[in-house]
């Protein structure tokens, strides 16, 4: 099984060139089968959850041809059924999004219940809810099936009893044909809400309010062809940002939209970092100690939870007593037990940890229990005094595209190893 094998101790330094947003691209490669137009999409990144989404498309019948490493054209002129049951799909938590989209043109959809991160409970009521005010009234659960039909589709007023990413992209696109106005009120404001949006805009769609929490769908009759570059990652900048801080670094992350990192540049600042923005980049140069602080993880624009294994693993490191408060998924400290293996202080209460910093971690064999805390728990190693291996990174690679050749790119010791052979090869190499 693939492994990172990891000798920690040096200071990140350089520039990396930051990807397409996964969560945009998943919202956007949905919506993409929309029209019987051919749609290219450029940006999009070379990872796991993406190729998943592709596979399922392509099993409906849509033509996916790519242009190169991060550019494809799609057809969704030829979808045959509005059924997607292979099992591989469980693999991602986005293939939800075909059911809005096939919902959205065809009115019936049928797809097999998601997977995704074991990070909470992650509900879909309000998915559903949405599909059932629009028309579909049997949308729900039917033998570890997602299932919506409707006669046809009306726009509805739909108030969101929480903030929910996936329920806003999922309600755009089951919307966006729907006779008359959608309103969606409570809606979610991340960049890759809006990414999908300006998406369907271009496809012909007629959005208006993405980015505020109240977004207004007209219906239109059709949608056409487009073409369309997806935004940077947002999570795959912050952890680069937060690479630089545990490391005591100085990273630059490039083709980055400074706007959507302002929540992690205000906290690396509160950790003592120094930042500097131009139009598309950022710098962090960590030269002090880290100091300590607290944050809550909260919907855009607050400090995402996707980010919370990172800051975590650096506030491990400050001197102080820091608070991390996650507020959107009850299960995503499963990673705080690794860590402490390499010698963090860090006490879970309830949705809360509570870090005691220490001076430095030490390496050692630990496993990716999901994206962002394996994400972290690399950057936890990095840091590390001596050598670590992290397993699973099948997780890892759900999200980040060469994760391990981007860190090698700023002067990491890291590799992917197979097996033990590889391991005393890496050790030998790096000494
Ligand atoms: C998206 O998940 C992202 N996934 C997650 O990224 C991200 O952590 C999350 O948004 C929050 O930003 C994708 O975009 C594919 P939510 P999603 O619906 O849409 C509750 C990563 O690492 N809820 O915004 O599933 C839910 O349980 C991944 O890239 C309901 O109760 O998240 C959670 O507590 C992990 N009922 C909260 O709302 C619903 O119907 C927010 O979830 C929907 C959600």
Not at 319 to 345: P, Q, W
Request: glycine share 10%; with cysteine; hydrophobic share 45%.
């Amino acid at each position: 099984m693939e492994q990172y094998a990891i000798k920690g101790g040096s200071a990140l330094v350089g520039e990396v060139e930051i990807g397409g947003a996964k969560n945009a691209a998943l919202g956007i490669l949905a919506a993409s089968i929309m029209t019987n137009d051919t749609v290219l999409i450029e940006n999009l990144p070379d990872v796991r959850d993406i190729n998943v989404m592709i596979q399922a498309m392509q099993s409906i019948g849509a033509i996916v041809t790519r242009v190169d490493r991060h550019t494809i054209k799609v057809n969704g002129g030829n979808i045959n059924t509005q059924i997607v049951e292979g099992d591989y799909i469980k693999k991602i938590r986005a293939s939800y999004y075909l059911v809005g989209a096939l919902l959205g043109k065809y009115n019936s959809a049928e797809v097999k219940l998601p997977g995704g991160c074991n990070i909470g409970t992650r509900a879909i009521d309000q998915h559903l809810k949405g599909f059932k005010a629009l028309g579909a009234r049997d949308a729900g659960i039917d033998g570890g099936m997602i299932v919506a039909h409707a006669a046809n589709l009306k726009g509805a007023h739909i108030y969101l009893d929480m903030v929910s990413v996936g329920a806003t992209i999922n309600l755009l696109l089951a919307s966006v044909m729907a006779e008359g106005m959608t309103i969606i009120e409570n809606a979610a404001k991340e960049p890759h809400v809006v990414d999908v949006a300006n998406f369907l805009n271009c496809m012909g769609a007629n959005i208006k309010g993405a980015g505020t929490d109240v977004i207004r769908v007209r219906g239109v009759q059709s949608l056409h062809g487009t073409e369309y570059a997806i935004i940077p990652d947002q999570i795959e900048a912050g952890t680069f940002m937060f690479a630089a801080a545990v490391t005591k670094g100085d990273v630059t992350v490039k083709n980055v939209i400074p706007k959507h990192l302002e929540s992690i540049s205000a906290k690396l600042l509160e950790l003592g970092c120094e930042i500097e923005e131009s139009d598309d980049a950022i710098r962090v140069v960590a030269s002090k100690p880290l100091e300590h602080t607290h944050v809550k993880t909260l919907p855009y624009p607050g400090f995402p939870t996707d980010m919370q294994p990172q800051i975590t693993v650096a506030l491990g490191l400050a001197e102080g007593t820091s608070i991390v408060t996650e507020s959107i998924f009850e299960n995503r400290f499963k990673y705080v037990d690794e860590l402490s293996r390499m010698g963090a202080n860090v006490k879970v209460e309830g949705s809360s940890a509570i870090i005691e910093g220490v001076k430095g971690y030490s390496g050692a064999s630990i496993t990716a229990p999901d994206l962002r805390a394996g994400a972290a728990l690399v950057l936890a190693a990095l840091s590390a005094e001596g050598f670590s291996t992290v397993d699973d990174i099948k997780y890892i690679e759900r999200g980040y595209e060469d994760f391990e050749i981007k860190l090698r790119g700023l002067g990491a010791m890291i590799e992917k190893v197979e097996n033990d052979r590889d391991i005393q090869k890496f050790k030998l190499r790096v000494g």
